[in-house]
């Protein structure tokens, strides 16, 4: 039987009351008219069809730091008093400790062993595969998601069969997405904002909130009520806005005909087993997740399974309520009858990590977990009895050899009947979503990663390096700037042979303006690793910020050598063929840029403008007006757009545009433009006041664009007083 207190103060039955907020909630709720004991009789579960389905995932949190999971010092009373009201499973594991491998996970009933999504950024999820969400939607459901993350975003693949797939954090510069993420308060925002117009419709949502993820950073009054621990504040500033979720669906009569189901997809280690975050190892820590289920009409109130089971068993469970048969791919089991109590047993699980061997070059961390052992297979590997050592401190590998070798055999078949044929969905990433990536705590995979010769290193012997360079990433985002490179300089000393590690020093240099010696770290990796092409990549970003246009085209050119779809790579070329005016070479890069990346804001408005340059205006103005409609505020398609209409002479269209220009981005070249397009179409006094706003706004010295501006304005005046 299975020790279910894997936690220090973990409850291990029923949900025990440990403060007053949870009263609270439920009192309110019964009051509003929430049936929290109008649920099935214990232990029974009612199908139906007519159900609605939210999904609420919970990134980076631990099962042991909520409330209904035993934490006295939680503040997650709307997350409690669901558990309260539904079903609690007190031992559910994740695949993977990683977003994006555990959410293709959750929504598609697999294995990353299956789906083949093995890392954050560099996998997609495949367009063979079979979502949660086209099964829903083939049953008349409308289907909607709003996502808190970039690990998440719809170009890695999870978007399948949504209609409306919410991922837009922000406009931006280069990528659609600006920032990396966004808080709970603008993820609740975004439901609420369509579930306002889908309320009496049959819906399947997925709402992803990502707040305690690192680095910790919450908003009053929960940064101060927390400052002794921010990662329980996020979790708590999360639940709060969840609240404002569940309290919109009771406000219109939907609550009580909804099918909830709350999940983890990973955890945190907060510095236990040598971890400081997640990703790395596979111990309980991060491998254990919340999952909890309520849905007053169909299940019981108020009961807890102790049984093993895993993220892979949403998909059928939410598709078993709903009365839809399982698709074949899926290699979950629908747990309903763990509720009904017809099953107690444990499910085995298979963990695994790449996330070492694909971003250092250590070893992959694969694991597998059966009745009470759990199984860890690594140069080192590791045995655990979780009945009696549920901390995992103890490794038996040595003393419980028979044990081990028969886990290991059956490691070795699950991978064997998991495995799909299909092919991994590995994709590139770009300069900027490596930089998304970097910022959520992260560092992207290699395909070009100098893997030693021989037995690869155990991640266990590596935690010193891994620390320093937490270390640095922290004193980076806080901006202890001269620690940070110190520490980046100790990493690369231990580690010569990760590209990774020379582009983190070189974008702390970036970031204090000394290119110079960004670009000669930059040209050190390369020399040590001369097949990197993100450190090619990134090098050839550099050239272009020092205005280096043939250094950057030059390094490109050598990338895609190796890699000819790199869309970063493309972007460059095209981009640097752009400032040196070779437009029908600009419009080739952007134009197979676009083939990898379609959505990608930035290159769409570069390959418009080459085409407006080369003549094709009609073409380009399409381009441009179609980002319109997706970035209405957005001033620089505004001001695209004019400079196309007027070459066009459609001087209405060129004037309207460049108006709209000035209004959302005020700027110099802005108001020149639309200077010039007002003097052309007769408007001789408002040409003057921008032309005005022109010189009195610019930073340039005295060059020769702003010698015949004033030149002109001079000519222009004169004009109004003859």
Not at 47 to 57: A, H, S
Not at 477 to 504: C, Q, T
Not at 534 to 563: C, N, P
Not at 656 to 684: C, F, H, M, T
């Amino acid at each position: 039987m299975t020790n279910h207190k894997r936690f220090p103060g973990r409850s291990s039955g029923r949900v025990r009351p440990h403060n007053s907020l949870v009263f609270l909630v439920v009192l309110l709720w019964a009051a509003a008219g929430v049936r929290l004991s109008g649920a099935p009789p214990q232990g029974k579960v009612r199908r139906d069809d007519g159900l609605n389905i939210l999904l609420v995932t919970l990134d980076t949190t631990r099962a042991d730091r909520i409330g209904a999971y035993g934490w006295a010092k939680a503040k997650t009373p709307v997350i409690d008093t669901l558990a309260a009201g539904g079903v609690r499973f007190a031992n559910a594991y994740c695949p993977a400790p990683l977003t994006l491998p555990s959410h293709a996970s959750i929504l598609t009933g697999t294995y990353p062993l299956y789906h083949k999504v093995r890392n954050n950024g560099s996998y997609y999820l495949g367009p063979e595969a079979v979502t949660l969400a086209e099964r829903l939607k083939e049953k008349g459901y409308r289907t909607s998601a709003v996502v808190a993350s970039f690990n998440v975003d719809s170009r890695f693949g999870l978007d399948q069969g949504f209609d409306f797939y919410d991922d837009q954090f922000s406009d931006d510069e280069m990528l659609k997405t600006f920032r990396s993420e966004r808080r709970a308060d603008e993820v609740a925002d975004a439901f609420l904002s369509w579930f306002a117009g889908h309320a009496q419709e049959k819906f399947f949502a997925w709402v992803h909130f990502y707040d305690p993820h690192m680095p910790h950073d919450v908003p009053s009054p929960y940064k101060e009520e927390f400052a002794g621990d921010l990662y329980d504040g996020e979790i708590a500033y999360m639940d709060h806005h969840f609240g404002r979720i569940i309290d919109r669906l009771r406000e219109t009569k939907v609550l009580d005909k909804t099918l909830i189901v709350i999940a983890g997809d990973h955890g945190e280690a907060l510095g236990d087993k040598g971890e400081l975050d997640h990703g790395i190892f596979i111990y309980d820590v991060t491998m254990k997740v919340p999952l909890i289920f309520y849905g007053p009409k169909v299940l019981p109130a108020g009961q807890v399974s102790a049984s093993r089971v895993r993220l892979i068993d949403i998909m059928p469970s939410i598709l078993d309520v709903a009365g839809i048969p399982a698709n074949k791919e899926i290699q979950g089991t629908s747990l309903l009858p763990f509720i009904e109590g017809k099953r107690k047993d444990d499910l085995s699980c298979y963990l695994e990590s790449y996330y070492p061997l694909e971003t250092y070059g250590w070893s992959q961390l694969l694991g597998f977990i059966d009745g009470d052992w759990k199984y860890i297979q690594a140069p080192r590997s590791e045995l655990y009895n979780l009945e009696q050592d549920a901390l995992e401190e103890t490794n038996l590998f040595s003393k419980e050899g028979k044990t081990a070798a028969a886990l290991d055999k059956k490691l070795v078949a699950a991978i064997r009947d998991y495995s799909s044929k299909a092919d991994a969905g590995r994709r590139k990433l770009s300069r900027e979503e490596e930089e998304r990536l970097r910022s959520l705590g992260y560092v992207g995979s290699d395909a070009s990663v100098k893997i030693p010769k021989g037995p690869l290193p155990d991640p266990k012997d590596r935690m010193n390096e891994f620390k320093l360079l937490y270390d640095a990433k922290l004193a980076e985002y806080e901006g202890r700037l001269d620690e940070s490179e110190k520490n980046y300089r100790m990493v690369l000393d231990m580690a010569p042979d990760v590209s990774w590690h020379y582009i983190s020093l070189a974008i702390l240099m970036a970031r204090q303006k000394r290119f110079d010696e960004a670009i000669k770290v930059l040209k050190t990796g390369i020399d040590r690793i001369p097949d990197s092409v993100v450190l090619m990549s990134r090098l050839a970003s550099f050239y272009m910020r020092v205005g280096d246009f043939k250094g950057a085209y030059e390094m490109s050119v050598a990338t895609l050598a190796l890699d000819p779809r790199h869309f970063d790579a493309l972007v460059i070329a095209g981009w640097s063929e752009d400032m040196r005016g070779n437009w029908k070479a600009s419009a080739d890069f952007f134009g197979r840029a676009l083939e990898i990346e379609p959505e990608n804001k930035f290159t769409r408005l570069k390959y418009a403008y080459a085409l407006g340059a080369l003549g094709r205006g009609e073409e380009a103005a399409a381009i441009d007006e179609k980002l319109k409609s997706e970035y209405p505020k957005d001033g620089r398609i505004y001001k695209d757009l004019g400079v196309i209409y007027t070459a066009l002479r459609k001087m209405d269209l060129a004037e309207e545009n460049l108006a709209k220009a000035v209004e959302y981005s005020p700027n110099p070249d802005n108001y020149l433009a639309y200077a010039a397009i007002l003097e052309r179409v007769g408007k001789l006094p408002e040409a003057v006041v921008n032309l005005k706003l022109y010189l009195e706004n610019t930073r340039e010295g005295n060059t020769p664009r702003k010698q015949q501006a004033q030149k002109v304005l001079a000519e222009w005046e004169k004009r109004i007083k003859e």
